[in-house]
């Protein structure tokens, strides 16, 4: 073997090697990424919302953070400030606009009605966060809902290695409902089919093609194809259905023949279930306690970062739920245990005195 022919086979060897190992190893810097928040009403999961989202174990000088938020009649600005000045300032960069007025949309019956004019807003912020990202030559945009809770500190990694123009974590709630359609009717709303329930059940795992993703959507703006996708109704040609950001992306998608993949191959995270349209805040807030129960089953408990514990955030009221006593039995050495139904039960609001259990193998 010639002297070249053997520098050659190193070098071939050395790229194999690299490529197995994969980009983090390869001397290339990771990619960059544009995170596209938007934030109303939503001081009771911000805390938890932003203590996963630094959890993550994503390079946070290669991300850059889009925030909008206005229509508030919480406190959500406040927490907001507060992450950003906490937190914010690890990240590449930070563009936030907080609008403190007005408090609600002319058209809208409550915070959880929405009229045509707040889609339309949300339409306009999303497509703008959109270009943005391609004017900055972002590799990723992720659009990410602040009831959104993201427990897998790899999920960016993951996703990305899936290499799909467009994929979404499925997000588990406490019921049947997701980030994704398996059917859409042909008016373009919502429709069950019999492949929805056993992803969302994990019965089926691996990575599906759908026509809806939303809540937690990667879009890898290195595909030329993906400067076809648009929230913007009027600049769709073809497009008959409603004023909707969610339905409008994908449909945008759909045309452009662009897949739009849902994956469950890992436990990525949780949401939250929308609210009716006459519901309150306090329901949300509610809904906000059964999610984190929820995650409780298999999984660690939310928490709030040190960086945020000092908020003052909507409280429980405690009670003994009409009894005199209520007790928990519970074996000294399963701390974990204690430590979980502590955590639950403070979420539920209810007084309890933990009783020590006769530890079995301590019996002669």
């Given at each position: 073997m010639t002297v070249t022919a053997a520098v050659w086979t190193v070098l071939l060897a050395a790229s194999f090697a690299a490529a197995a190992l994969g980009s983090a190893f390869d001397g290339r810097k990771p990619n960059t990424v544009f995170?596209?928040?938007?934030?109303?009403?939503?001081?009771?999961?911000?805390?938890?919302?932003?203590?996963?989202?630094?959890?993550?174990?994503?390079?946070?000088?290669?991300?850059?953070?889009?925030?909008?938020s206005d229509h508030n009649i919480d406190n959500s600005s406040q927490i907001l400030n507060k992450w950003l000045q906490t937190s914010g300032t690890v990240y590449h960069s930070v563009d936030v606009k907080i609008d403190n007025e007005p408090k609600k949309y002319k058209d809208e019956i409550g915070p959880a009605h929405w009229p045509h004019s707040r889609f339309q807003h949300i339409v306009e912020l999303r497509e703008s966060a959109l270009r943005s990202a391609?004017?900055?030559?972002?590799?990723?945009?992720?659009?990410?809902?602040?009831?959104a809770f993201?427990?897998?500190?790899?999920?960016?990694?993951?996703?990305?290695?899936?290499?799909?123009?467009?994929?979404?974590?499925?997000?588990?709630?406490?019921?049947?409902?997701?980030?994704?359609?398996c059917g859409m009717t042909d008016n373009y709303y919502y429709k069950r089919t019999s492949d929805y329930t056993p992803i969302v059940e994990w019965k089926t795992k691996g990575c599906f093609k759908v026509p809806m993703i939303h809540s937690s959507v990667l879009i890898d703006l290195r595909f030329q194809i993906t400067n076809n996708l648009t929230f913007k109704h009027n600049i769709l040609p073809n497009y008959m259905g409603p004023v909707d950001d969610i339905i409008i992306f994908a449909m945008s998608a759909n045309f452009s023949g662009i897949p739009l993949h849902i994956c469950n191959d890992q436990i990525y995270g949780f949401i939250t279930i929308p609210l009716e349209k006459d519901s309150s805040l306090e329901m949300d807030i509610n809904q906000l306690t059964n999610i984190k129960l929820e995650i409780t089953v298999h999984n660690d408990?939310?928490?709030?970062?040190?960086?945020?514990?000092?908020?003052?955030?909507?409280?429980?009221?405690?009670?003994?739920?009409?009894?005199?006593?209520?007790?928990?039995?519970?074996?000294?050495?399963?701390?974990?245990?204690?430590?979980?139904?502590?955590?639950?039960?403070?979420?539920?609001?209810?007084?309890?005195?933990?009783?020590?259990?006769?530890?079995?193998?301590?019996v002669n």
């Open positions: 995170v596209a928040i938007l934030v109303r009403n939503k001081a009771h999961t911000l805390p938890y919302f932003f203590s996963a989202f630094e959890s993550l174990d994503y390079p946070k000088d290669r991300m850059h953070l889009w925030i909008r391609r004017y900055h030559w972002v590799d990723y945009i992720w659009f990410l809902d602040c009831d993201i427990i897998n500190k790899s999920t960016l990694k993951h996703l990305m290695q899936k290499n799909y123009p467009v994929v979404a974590p499925m997000l588990k709630s406490d019921g049947l409902y997701s980030n994704f359609w408990p939310l928490w709030i970062s040190s960086n945020l514990s000092n908020l003052e955030l909507p409280s429980t009221s405690i009670d003994n739920m009409g009894l005199d006593k209520i007790f928990v039995i519970n074996l000294a050495r399963r701390i974990e245990r204690r430590n979980r139904m502590n955590y639950c039960l403070n979420a539920l609001g209810l007084n309890v005195t933990f009783i020590e259990a006769t530890d079995g193998r301590l």
